[in-house]
């Protein structure tokens, strides 16, 4: 791994230890637990005691593993059942229970499964997400279990990026394991459409997206398309990083961070100006592929979303759209990110005081192995997170990003949970929300501000 990246992604490792000192969401009501200032490297369990993972309390459901998750739509729900057919082969005697809940890259999913988890009622696996999203959140709450004796035996960690592990770890000890990772930071575009309203060249700055949008609104097009709140805070970190860059966007979510900025400021009048070209409809959408489709069907010029789009796109049906890249569909960094890939990763968990250990570690097995993660990446949008997966399974696209996952500067996801728990997420999504119906940049502003303080983090 480049020198760049492991600096990048150090700046994130501090940034999750020192955040965890947080409040742990309001449906737990339990306090974070205080995180050491540095964390130990990913192939290296420190000396200390590791917590003792907790027994089954109740008997086993037998033959049954229940699995919990957002994929429902798309690429999304045929990677899932690429992977899960390379379970029913491995553990034929394990039935396999699909709990996926639809809508909000999560957001319905994970009211339910906080009300499942309130009740006492955990599923035997759940999705989420690499970053303060398991450690602020779960392991906080002590709600999972450790891993520790999973990736002894298993060697996944000889697999991983180093830079992977201290993202899903808590003092040494891992607590999830991940599938894949992502994008967040592509801009998805309809080149007949640019073509037909004259724009010559793919913006690359905000002021360039600006100017384009202008000649897309004159040809009759909706330039920026949007889909409900959540797309809006996908859209948010996308314009804030391409506006103050890798390093202003990090030191955003350490101590001592200052919401209240010129730089700040100068990045949310982007955003404001950057809702002013979206469809007037974004609120009543279903979720984020009715906006892709938008671009596809030629009705606007451009999306911003993670690259699970691409499995939407290029998937035949009924699993997604079946269109041709460069064609029908080309891709670019959003503007004034280019050299920088804002990441997420998608990740599995053992609950504490699990219902079915033996059948949830029989799922993780999966989820780490090769087959596995080969079955499941190339269709649903991501590339491997695991590093020896076969590179000619995955198209244009899937490579390109391999690619620059090992070479850019690597920074967190707000949305997608690894920059902010989600107390302080939950702050900065309630903001939003304002800030969408009343278009006031300054009290968004303020209420940032406030987000961060409440948090701890902010002088």
Partial sequence: MSKKVWNSLLAVFVIAATVLSACAPAATEAPATEVPATVA??????ATEAPTEAPATEAPAAGQVEVFSWWVGGGEAAGLTAMTEVFKEKYPDIEFVNAAVAGGSGTNARAVLATRLQAGDPPDSWQAHAGQEIIGTYVAADQVAPLDDFYAESGFADVLP??????ISQDGHPYSVPVNIHRSNVMWYNPNVLSEA????VPTTWDEF????DKIVAAGKICLALGPQWTAM???ENVMIGALGAEKWNALWAPGADWSSADVKAALDAYAKALTYTNSDHAQLADWQPAAQLVTNGD???NIMGDWADGYFENAAPDGLGLTAHTDFDWAPVPGTDGIFVFLSDSFVLPANAKNPDATN???TVAASKEGQEAFNPVKGSICARTDCDQSLFNEYLQSAGTDWSTDTVVGSLTHGVVANDAWKAKIDTALGLFLSDNNVDGFQAALVEACASDGVCK
Avoid: K, S
Avoid at 41 to 46: C, F, I, S
Avoid at 162 to 167: A, F, G, H, N, S
């Fill in 362 to 364: 029989a799922w993780l």
């Fill in 210 to 213: 600006f100017a384009a949008c």
């Fill in 234 to 236: 996908h859209l948010f």
């Fill in 198 to 201: 004259g724009v010559d060249a």
């Fill in 162 to 167: 180093e830079t992977l592990i201290p993202l």
């Fill in 300 to 302: 606007a010029a451009f």
């Fill in 41 to 46: 490297p990913a192939t290296e369990m420190p």
